[in-house]
């Protein structure tokens, strides 16, 4: 029997061994993977040395009332050109929220904008509490600061997928 994409089951789940106490949970019977979208977003230098002050909007649609876009990864070509940037990484938030999704970088590794070195890097989800979804909000990337000077590029392909809240 072929399942539809939108084939869903109920588990019931026994709690502390207590039989009249069960919790039910929905499950999606498709592929996980296909919930998964991909959009792709070219920066420019100008909109790479504003992205603090501007924040860059992704052009992935409102998700709508109680559900977010959940960040789920992004692939990163970054061109240095000739003058680097004095922002140093980018950040994937949802918003208003007060903590990212994700950003480029760790600490000192990972910083791709103020070097002269042109960069491919893969960026995850952060994995702490206090990444947040905000409600039918949209997705953007920022950079850490403002820049003056710098002349990269910066072509962002953005994994995410839209969950219920």
Known sequence: ?????????????????DDNALMEVEDSLSDPRAALKEITVSLSADQIKSGFSSPIDTKIPLPG???????????IKF?????????????????????????????SEGTILDSDIDAFVRVV??????????????????VDS????????????????????
């Open 125 to 142: 989800p952060l994995q702490r509490g206090t990444t947040q979804l905000v409600q039918n909000e949209l997705l953007f990337i920022t």
């Open 65 to 75: 009332a109680e559900k977010a876009i959940s960040f789920e990864g992004a692939l």
């Open 146 to 165: 403002d820049s003056a000077v710098g002349d990269g590029t910066a072509i962002i392909s953005i994994t995410y997928k839209i969950v219920s809240l």
């Open 79 to 107: 061109t240095s050109n000739s003058t680097p940037f004095t922002s140093e990484f980018f950040t994937f938030s949802t918003g208003n929220a007060t903590a990212t999704q994700a950003k480029s970088a760790s600490g």
């Open 1 to 17: 029997m072929a399942l539809s994409a939108n084939a869903r089951r109920i588990l019931r789940i026994a709690l502390s061994g």
